[in-house]
């Protein structure tokens, strides 16, 4: 099971994943990107949802043609866990 990420964990989030911002009372982290277009959009989608299946753990998520929403929560743990955390960066890791 993931360990919820104390108070000082999630106010260092923004050293490490810049370009996440704490959502839900600090109970989740979020990001939004922009992309060409709708087909580039799901494509990134879709090596998200690769990643998300690999290790067990899946996003909160949207997309409105060229723009995808994520949200990261650990819900069976209640909040934000190293989990969250190793998700966002694979997902950081994919826009680089």
Known sequence: ?????TEAERNGLGTSLPAWTLAKG???IG????FKDFNEAWGFMNRVAL???G???HPDWSNVWNTVSIELS?????GLTDLDV???KAI???LA
């Open 1 to 5: 099971m993931s360990i919820l990420l």
């Open 92 to 94: 950081d890791a994919l």
């Open 31 to 34: 990001r939004t990107i922009r």
């Open 74 to 78: 650990t819900h069976d743990a209640g």
């Open 86 to 88: 190793k998700l966002a």
């Open 51 to 53: 990643l998300a299946e």
């Open 26 to 28: 600090g109970k989740a």
């Open 55 to 57: 290790l067990g753990h």
